[in-house]
C-alpha cells in the first residue's frame, strides 16, 4: 500500500494550520497592543478627571442666570451702594419707582427671586442684603 498521498495531504493540513496559526497569532499581537492603547488612554483619562474635579474646588462658582427684567442689575446696583439691609420699600425709593403697594410688591418679588437665586440673602424677614 503506498501511504505517499496520505502523508502529501497530512502536509497540505499541517501548511494549512501552520498558516492559520500564524494568522492568529499576528492578529493577537495586534490586539494586545491595541489593548495597551485603550488601557493607556484609560489610565490618562482617569488622571484628568483627577485633576480637573481638584481643580474644580479652586474655580469661583459662575454666577446664576440674572432674571431679564432691566431693574435686576439695577437693584443689585443699589445693594452694591448699600451699607446695610434693605427692605423693598428702601430698594423701590432707590429704583425712583412711586412708593405704590403694587410698586413695592413688585421691587418685593424681585428680590425674593435673587434670594431664590441665592444672589442676595433675606437677613431678617422683609429685609434684604447682598451675599458677602
Do not use: W
Not at 17 to 35: K, S, V, W
Not at 91 to 117: F, Q, S, Y
Amino acid at each position: 500500500m503506498n501511504i505517499q498521498p496520505l502523508l502529501d495531504a497530512l502536509g497540505i493540513q499541517e501548511d494549512a494550520a501552520r498558516a492559520l496559526a500564524d494568522d492568529l497569532r499576528g492578529q493577537i499581537t495586534e490586539l494586545h497592543n491595541r489593548l495597551r492603547e485603550a488601557e493607556t488612554h484609560l489610565e490618562h483619562l482617569a488622571i484628568t478627571r483627577k485633576t480637573v474635579t481638584g481643580l474644580a474646588d479652586r474655580l469661583p462658582a459662575s454666577p446664576p442666570d440674572m432674571p431679564e427684567h432691566p431693574d435686576y442689575p439695577r437693584i443689585l446696583a443699589v445693594f452694591n451702594e448699600a451699607t446695610g439691609p434693605l427692605r423693598a420699600r428702601d430698594v423701590c425709593e432707590a429704583l425712583d419707582h412711586i412708593l405704590l403697594p403694587k410698586n413695592i410688591e413688585g421691587t418685593r418679588a424681585k428680590l425674593k427671586r435673587l434670594v431664590k437665586l441665592d444672589i442676595i440673602t433675606e437677613v431678617d424677614t422683609g429685609s434684604f442684603a447682598r451675599k458677602q
